[in-house]
């Protein structure tokens, strides 16, 4: 007999679950929550929101429809990737059903009206294995009953989280965006199938500069750095371009570094971290503003370089953009950017291995280490682009070429594993 006592609580816990994005992130209570040790807030979030169990049948194989659920209407990395896997699906010529979810995580637009997720079809988590049990409170309760499940996960360390193991569980396949994530999912133990499925990329028809469009000087050598602050202003590793750039123009005025930060809003404190670092040097400019994916794509298109000094990345989808935009890119040389990436087609900056240490806690991973860049390399390639303006065209158009072909060859085998989705006709 069911407990009418627990379904008023299961449902007041739901309705619970649906304000905490309003309340923590836009009140700013996340920097109370990140002053709880994270261990604990693992077990807390762990008896709160406890991992539903799968239902009904376990498909032996993945079939259409597809209902694709994650952050379709963010600018973050995760809605980019959700938007770009839903396009690659949509190549293939299989049906997919939005499941937007975006609202839940205070990103992107609250969709009101989710589709019904009854009957047999293919799922696609587009988020990683610690946000499944949160997330699965803003989808439809039947998600998970006679599905194939696949979760798109991306990580930035060379192994990832022991409590993603257990949400694991849940699905029956794994894509990931490169080689480095397979590696960190494969070394933690997990035996599921693990398809790479870059996130695969054309640039927009008729792309161009506008640098009217940010405000930006006309003949000056802008070099551009894109990050979010909510995923980490230890692993985006912003200031060191910032250092990068002082020490490659050390006075002159025609060199311009803009850092394009997102989330600022969320971060006070990341952003009040980087508005002191550069203090009221003219030549970097922050610019805050959201931007939609054409804006995005002609800011990058209007800069004469992109900087991403990471300390990891999954895959590097801003240094991706850059290269399909055929601009040089000055980058890490570790982690998943070298997918796609070589001393051919960008600048690649040596890094040596030092300790994980992110201050926000998003990345504790006690004996892993991630990469720290060269300063004094970075400052080079900055400095060898902005006085050779046929040397930044070459590597552009290498870098164009390059990854054209990487995407070409990694698309053909992925949509045709799809289309066996759709029943024979």
Known sequence: MNDPTSDKASSWMTQTLRL????????????????????????IVARVIPLPRRQGLRLPAPRAPVFMCGFLSSPLGLGWSARLNRALIARAGVPIRDFDIGHAFATGEKNTA??????????????????FGYALNFLPANILADKYIIGYCVWELARIPDDWIAPLALVDELWVPTEFVRRAFLDAGVKL?????????????????????????????????????????????????VDAFRRAFPGDEDALLVLKLGDAH??????????????????????LDTLDDDAMWTLLASSDAVVS???????????????????????????????????????LIPAHQVPVDDPTELYVAPGLTWAEPDTDAAAAALRRLHDDPALRAAIGARAQAQITAYFAQAEAPVIEAIRQWAPAS
């Not at 009217?212 to 202003?233: H, I, K, Q, Y």
């Not at 952003?271 to 003219?282: N, T």
């Open 20 to 43: 905490v994005p309003q309340l923590w992130f836009r009140l700013g209570l996340v920097r109370l929550w990140r002053l709880i040790p994270r261990r604990l807030r693992r077990r």
């Open 114 to 131: 989710l589709p019904d997720a009854q009957g047999q079809a293919t799922v696609v988590f587009n988020f990683n294995p610690g946000q």
């Open 193 to 241: 199938p693990i398809r790479v499925v870059p996130h695969i990329m054309r640039a927009p028809d008729g792309l161009a500069p506008d640098r009217a469009r940010f405000n930006l000087p006309p003949d000056a050598f802008v070099a551009t750095v894109v990050a979010s602050l909510r995923s980490s202003l230890a692993r985006k590793n912003p200031l060191k371009a």
């Open 266 to 287: 969320l971060e006070a404190q990341a952003l009040a971290q980087v508005r002191a670092y550069i203090g009221d040097d003219p030549r970097i400019r922050l610019l």
């Open 309 to 347: 000094l990471h300390r990891a990345e999954g895959f590097g989808l801003v240094p991706a953009q850059a290269m399909l935009a055929g601009r040089p890119v000055v980058a890490t040389a570790w982690s998943g950017n070298l997918d796609f990436m070589t001393d051919d087609s960008a600048c």
